[in-house]
Every structure is written in C-alpha cells, then in structure tokens.
C-alpha cells in the first residue's frame, strides 16, 4: 500500500455504484497514474523478495491493465466521466435553480451528440499510442460466427478497433438514452415555470414577439393547472405588475420571492393567479438529493456496532444529521428546560 502511495499521485479509490463523482475520481486516479501504476506491478511481480501471494497479484493485474481495451476504456471514461462530474457539482450547488440545471444537462447532452465520433476516436487514438510504447499486441484473433446450416457465406468479423468503436458509440447512445429519460422531469419543470424564473426579464420584457411568447407560457401553465391558474389571467396579471412597479419606480424584484412578497404587499386578491403560479414554483420538489443524501447518512449513523438500534430512533438521528444547519443553531438549554418542566414528578407538599 505505500508503495502504491508514493508511486500514484492521487489516491487509488473504490468504485461506487451510485455516485458519479466518486466514479470519476476512482478512474482519474488509474487514468492519471497508469504509467507509474504498471511500473510499480512490473517490479513488484519480479521482485523475489516479495511473497508469491503479492507477486502472483501483481502479475494479475498487470495483465488485466496492458489490454488495448482497457487501456481505450480507461481513457474514456476519464474523460466523459470528468465533465459529468463537472455538471453534477453544479447541480449540486444550493443556489443553481432548475432553469439553469437544466441548461446544463442540455448542452452535455449536445456536447456528447456532436462530439460523439471525436470522443470514441480519440479514445482509440490514446489507446494505440500507449500500446504502441508498452509493445501491446492490438489485434487479436478475430472470432467468427459459427455457419449454420444452408449458409455459404462466412462472417468477416470486425478488428478490435472497430469492435471498441462500436463499443464505445453504444455506450454514448444509451448513456443519451439515460439523461434523456432521467431529467424528464428537470427539463418538464422548465418548460411549464421556466419563464418565471428570471424576474427582472419578466418584468422587463418588450417586443410582440418576446410578448407573444410570455403568453404561449403562460397558456400553457394555464392548461395544466386548469384548476388553479388561468393563463389568460396570468398573462394580464404579470404585464400590471410590470406597469406597477414602472410607476413605483422602486428596484425591480430579483428572484421569484421577492416578486411573490411584492403582490402580496397588494392582498391576495389582486394578483391571484400570479401569485398561486409563484406559490407552486417555490414549493414543487424538483430534486432528490435530499433523499439520496439521507441514505449517506445512514452508513455513517448505522453501523455494526448500533446494529441493535430501533427504527425511530435511527429515523430521529438521520433527521437531525440531514438538518444540522437548524440543529446547530437550536438553543437546547430552552428546550431541555421545558422538557424537565413538563416531566417533573416532584409534587409540592
């Protein structure tokens, strides 16, 4: 293990199965320090003063890592995985709205649809350059498919550069397929509230076009919540909140809560749909990280040494972990002092 510390600059991790950023970081660690990682295996497998048990490990993996395939792999998946986490610590930044989250996972959507071909060729580009300097064999023996009966014709078979090519385009394919179908919902969201987001735009906006658009929004969040909102109603709500705050001559809103204090300060009443609109976009549940967060938490609250703890209790004890902000700025001194009053059992004689 110190050996493999002083050669890899960054600290080997393991895989994780659910969490991107740990599996870029698990692969930027290999992928960065091969070099020095199959120099360290090399000596360590024929190193004598080492056990068989080490030697025979080493020599193991060292087999597994001088592979054209996996050295193609690696190279990819270091770079896709690299800008994948670089979209998903911003989408983990507490002040990114779903607007913004969505643009994002949009442009990496585009980025890996038009680069696609860039992306698996330079993988194999990398690839044959290293095999090339650790004297790799590339090609293998091409397996072919077994004739059936009544056929003539034999399978040609592909080269291993094009059998990793193909590989490596299905992998981007369903890799889409995936974002595609997981952020439905994020780019749903921004499609019905997405206008209302950018305040100062909203209530800013000039131009029959800019206008024509604002009221298609507004139509459509209209239908969808045709029980709550009216669009046309919404439509003519927003452009009289632009005319009043023009006539106030105060600082324009900033963000969604600040508008909704502002036609709030004029009674529930006047701006009804605009508000309930607001309402809605400012309590609707757009994410799941405070759920994936609580699972974290549980590893760390649970262990085998609490393995015999109840049920409420660990639920308590992940509540209070999740929420620390609040628990650390609770005052338990007022709390336990209540508590001790209602559960005095001393009776006065």
């Known amino acids: 293990m110190t050996q493999l510390k002083n050669a890899v600059k960054i600290t080997v991790k393991r895989e994780s199965e659910t969490r991107w950023s740990a599996k870029a970081e698990a692969v930027k660690a290999i992928a960065e320090g091969v070099t020095e990682l199959v120099e360290l295996l090399e000596s360590l497998s024929d190193d004598i003063s080492q056990t068989m048990d080490t030697r ?31 979209v ?42 290293r095999c090339m300097e650790w004297g790799i064999e590339v090609e293998r023996r091409v397996r072919r498919r077994r004739i059936m009966p009544g056929e003539r014709a034999r399978d040609s078979g592909l080269s291993a550069e094009d059998e990793v090519s193909r590989v490596l ?40 076009e800019n206008k024509e658009s604002l009221q298609q929004h507004c139509l459509d969040l209209g239908n969808f919540y045709s029980t709550d909102i009216s669009g046309a109603e919404l ?22 809560l600040d508008l909704l204090s502002f036609i709030v300060s004029y009674g529930d009443d006047v701006f009804p749909n605009l508000r309930i609109a607001l309402q809605i976009l400012l309590t609707i549940a757009v994410s799941i990280a405070s759920c994936e967060r609580s699972f974290s938490k549980l590893k760390l609250i649970l262990s085998y040494l609490r393995a015999s703890m109840g049920q409420q209790r660990l639920v308590d004890l992940a509540i209070l972990s999740v929420e620390r902000e609040t628990l650390e700025s609770t005052d338990f001194d007022d709390i336990i002092d209540k508590f001790a009053a209602v559960k005095a059992r001393k009776v006065q004689l």
């Open 235 to 256: 439509f003519t709500e927003i452009a009289d909140s632009q005319m009043l705050l023009k006539s106030r001559g105060d600082p324009l809103p900033t963000t969604p």
């Open 169 to 208: 385009k299905m992998i981007l394919d369903r890799f889409q397929q995936e974002l595609t179908t997981r952020f439905r919902r994020l780019n749903d969201l921004n499609e019905k509230f997405g206008f209302l987001l950018d305040v100062r735009i909203l209530l800013t906006m000039e131009g029959d």
């Open 56 to 86: 025979n490990e080493a020599g193991t993996l060292l087999q597994s890592i001088l592979k054209f395939n996996f050295i193609v792999l690696l190279h990819f998946w270091n770079n896709i995985l690299g800008k994948v986490d670089r």
């Open 88 to 129: 998903q610590k911003r989408l983990q930044d507490p002040t990114m709205n779903f607007k913004d989250a969505a643009s994002d996972m949009e442009m990496l959507e585009n980025y890996l649809k038009e680069f696609r071909d860039h992306l698996c060729q330079n993988a194999i580009e990398y690839s044959k350059g």
